[in-house]
């Protein structure tokens, strides 16, 4: 079993920067295809961003592309997300999942963490 807690989300206005943490504990992040989604009221859950186990591949959305940034501390056992020019349709719960591959669907990720809001203002 993986526990994922996320932190860092909070209101700022467009064009604004967040950084999102995800820690995890009960099993090293470095086995697991590590991801971040987002979702917005009234909507699916949307990919946003995934690394591949060993963090050698990382994958984005074309909306989030230039603007997110994934990364892993190891030592920390947690991820980050760092959200740069935000727009006020980058709003959502954001959360990390952990899965055995990297995908761009939610439904291959086993452990889910209970997410974090962002909020962008115009």
């Known amino acids: 079993q993986v526990q994922l807690v996320e932190s860092g989300g909070g209101s700022v206005q467009a064009g604004g920067s967040l950084r999102l943490s995800c820690a995890a504990s009960?099993?090293?992040?470095?086995?697991?295809?590590m991801a971040w989604f987002r979702q917005a009221p009234g909507k699916e859950r949307e990919f946003v961003a995934a690394?591949?186990?060993?963090?050698?591949?990382?994958y984005y959305a074309d909306s989030v592309k230039a603007r997110f940034t994934v990364s892993r501390d190891n030592a920390k056992n947690t991820i980050y997300l760092q959200v740069s020019g935000l727009k006020p349709e980058d709003t959502a719960v954001y959360y990390c999942?952990?899965?055995?591959?990297?995908?761009?669907?939610?439904?291959?990720?086993?452990?889910w963490g209970q997410g974090t809001q962002v909020t962008v203002s115009s």
């Open positions: 999942a952990a899965g055995s591959r990297a995908a761009r669907y939610w439904t291959h990720y086993a452990f």
């Open positions: 009960g099993r090293t992040l470095r086995n697991y295809a």
């Open positions: 690394f591949s186990p060993n963090g050698a591949d990382t």
